[in-house]
């Protein structure tokens, strides 16, 4: 196993995905998330949720976490993990579901965690199955 490999880093992207997600900015909801993404290098990339007053505009925590990544030089997801304090186990909205696509194969785990552990597994292509995506659009 190398870096990249997601259940090696399990570890790493909890506590980077609690981290960011006690910076969370959602006064709104109340509702605190955090999101930690392992590029191609085997780096972690985080982000929180930001809400502002005007609701529908708030940012996820998973694109803020994938705009990190690709700010950093990343182009590929590896895996991704979610925290959120809820006694279901919180997986990216759809939206977030087809931004990860763009960067992540169906196989690549999407962990979710609560507070503290994590709860539960999904393939991403569980998640979005028979998903759009860029070889939709043909050769560019
Ligand atoms: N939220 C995320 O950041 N990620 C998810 O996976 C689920 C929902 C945010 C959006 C909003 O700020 C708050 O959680 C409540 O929906």
């Known amino acids: 196993m190398d870096d990249t490999t997601p259940e090696r880093q399990l570890p790493h992207l909890l506590a ?4 960011a997600r006690s910076r969370a900015y959602a ?7 955090g999101a930690a993404l392992l590029d191609e290098h085997g780096r972690i990339h985080s982000g929180c949720n930001v809400e502002n007053a005007a ?3 708030g940012l996820c925590a998973e694109a803020m976490a994938l705009g990190a990544l690709v700010l950093a030089g990343g182009t590929r997801v590896r895996a991704a993990l979610v925290a959120a304090d809820s006694t279901q186990a919180v997986t990216p909205c759809g939206g977030c579901r087809q931004k990860l696509r763009e960067f992540a194969d169906d196989g690549v785990p999407v962990w979710s965690a609560d507070a ?8 991403l ?3 979005l199955p028979a998903s759009f995506g860029p070889d ?4 560019r």
């Open 16 to 19: 980077a995905a609690l981290a």
């Open 55 to 57: 609701y529908p505009e």
């Open 136 to 139: 939709h659009l043909g050769p």
């Open 125 to 127: 292509g569980e998640l």
């Open 27 to 33: 006064p709104y909801s109340n509702f605190a998330v």
């Open 116 to 123: 503290h552990a994590v709860v539960a597994r999904h393939a």
